[in-house]
């Protein structure tokens, strides 16, 4: 009824008080009642550390009490969340909708009876691929579902070998005696020398191959044996956009040349280039943009020398970018080879092109390939989002807090500077990493939970129900850290 006076926008939420919001019952703003960690985190973290190491936790959550845009901990801290699990809750704790997907039977069944999806998928999974999934497929034909990021991307890079192999050979031409032997002891013909592109500051997981094609930290990668592939540039633009377009120009071209001249000296290695794989925004190293011209070019080069072209969306995706996929906003020639993604979509996995199937199966598989249960809850989160219209939501409220960035910036000059991103998926630099590690404990204090990444980048990555209100509290408490450094 109300929805006739609040316009669509917000028609499946519900008006608490005077308050529009998209979860019923959702706190009003952050409770601080203890340090964080407190008292029951501490103990319960020497627990667990008893058990593991867990000197990365920060806080033991309630999740019953956990909701929307809050999370609560064990010692009652009321905290607004805008890093949402690394960036992965797409509509906030415990939605009314995605509560309600496991009283249905049909969901219940097909999570208890977790199938082995390669080879005993239930009835309904053709359906549920091409009714979920495929229904924001970014124009990919085929999806091959996996679990975690790494996972996606690491099978994604098989896909671009075997492709690259296949019309190296030939189509239909079969494996010679000599290549059947050899890669049983890891050696070519049979394992071949090839390689793959990734960038330096790049984060694409930690498993073996993502682990090298991952060069965000040195912790991630030291003690662990690795591949010779060619690590390129990636743009490092002067900000404000609009004030360096000249010198970002060059940047990207500067960039580019690197890949082309990397490309040609793997080949004469003996180690050919057979796919080139990125982020539409480098998230773990530091919220790196670069430019539509710099993605289009980068395809372009790809598929001059016959390498595939993967677009890693396991962080950018589903929406936080104000487009459902990030790399839309770069207008390519046409799609890329493979998109991977996870994080928000629940489920992981990677959307491709045909040619970018094996041509026997079993060749890219595993036990589970993914989870019909995430499904069901990916179908529950795409039915919101577009029934809520959370993209627009993303692009109204993304809007207010890059303004809202952009004048603490103007305010705070000797704090802050280039501030960047596109929709609720934002981030701003800080004078040194120290200060940047102390503002995210001082806005933890205020009740805030913030993210970094790279050196001194502050990032911020809200659910898709992260309303101007939300943005309202952030930037008042934001400010009045600022205040105080
Ligand atoms: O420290 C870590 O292991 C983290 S912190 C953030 C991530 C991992 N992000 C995961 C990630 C990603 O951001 C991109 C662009 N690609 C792949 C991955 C790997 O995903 P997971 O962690 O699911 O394996």
């Given at each position: 009824m109300w929805s006739k006076t609040v316009g669509?926008?917000?028609?499946?939420a519900i008006r608490t008080g005077s308050i529009r919001t998209?979860?019923?019952?959702?706190?009003n703003e952050p409770v601080v009642k203890?340090?964080?960690?407190?008292p029951k985190t501490k103990q319960l973290q020497n627990e667990l550390n008893s058990i593991q190491?867990?000197?990365?936790?920060?806080l033991f959550a309630d999740y019953n009490k956990s909701l929307g845009n809050y999370l609560v901990d064990v010692d009652s801290n009321v905290i607004l969340d805008t890093f949402t699990q690394i960036s992965s809750?797409?509509?906030?704790?415990?939605?009314p909708e995605l509560l309600k997907v496991f009283t249905d039977q049909d969901n219940l069944k097909a999570l208890v009876n977790r199938p082995a999806l390669g080879v005993f998928p239930g009835d309904y999974w053709p359906g549920k691929l091409r009714n979920v999934l495929l229904s924001v497929?970014?124009?990919?034909?085929n999806v091959t579902t996996m679990m975690c990021g790494s996972c996606s991307n690491e099978n994604a890079y098989k896909a671009l070998f075997l492709t690259y192999r296949r019309k190296q050979r030939g189509e239909n031409v079969d494996f010679t005696e000599l290549e059947t032997q050899s890669c049983m002891v890891n050696?070519?013909?049979?394992?071949?020398d090839l390689s793959l592109m990734s960038f330096h500051g790049?984060?694409?997981?930690?498993t073996f191959a993502a682990l090298a094609t991952t060069?965000?930290?040195p912790i991630h990668k030291l003690d662990v044996p690795s591949f010779d592939w060619p690590v390129a540039s990636f743009p490092k633009y002067k900000y404000p956009l609009e004030e360096n377009v000249r010198e970002n120009d060059a940047e990207d071209k500067r960039c580019l040349a690197i890949v082309e001249d990397l490309i040609e000296t793997y080949k004469k290695k003996g180690k050919p280039v057979a796919g080139i794989v990125i982020e539409p925004i480098q998230s773990e190293g530091g919220d790196n943009e670069a430019s539509p011209f710099f993605f289009q070019q980068l395809q372009k080069i790809a598929q001059k020398n016959g390498a595939g072209y993967l677009i890693d969306e396991?962080?950018?995706?589903?929406?936080?970018?104000?487009?459902?996929?990030?790399?839309?906003?770069?207008?390519?020639?046409t799609t890329p080879d493979i998109v991977t993604f996870s994080k928000k979509m629940l489920t992981g996995g990677f959307f491709h092109t045909?040619?970018?199937?094996?041509?026997?199966?079993?060749?890219?598989?595993?036990?589970?390939?993914?989870d019909p249960g995430k499904i069901a809850l990916l179908e529950a989160v795409l039915k919101v989002i577009k029934q809520d219209k959370l993209l627009d939501n993303v692009n109204k409220v993304g809007d207010k807090l890059k303004k809202g960035l952009l004048g603490l910036e103007k305010e705070f000059p000797q704090l802050l500077s280039a501030t960047r991103g596109r929709g609720t998926f934002l981030a701003t630099n800080v004078a040194t990493p120290k200060l940047r590690d102390d503002i995210i404990a001082q806005m933890k204090k205020k009740g805030v939970l913030m993210g970094g990444c790279g050196d001194n980048a502050l990032r911020l990555r809200p659910?898709?129900?992260?309303?101007e209100r939300h943005a309202d509290i952030f930037l008042d408490r934001f400010r009045s850290v600022l205040k105080e450094n």
């Open positions: 669509p926008v917000v028609q499946n998209y979860i019923k019952g959702e706190p203890t340090d964080i960690p407190g190491l867990s000197g990365a936790v920060q809750i797409p509509i906030g704790y415990n939605h497929s970014p124009n990919l034909p050696q070519p013909p049979g394992a071949p790049a984060f694409h997981g930690r060069h965000s930290k396991v962080q950018t995706g589903c929406g936080a970018t104000g487009k459902f996929w990030a790399h839309e906003h770069f207008n390519l020639e045909v040619d970018m199937r094996p041509s026997q199966p079993y060749r890219i598989f595993n036990t589970w390939m993914g659910s898709l129900i992260f309303q």
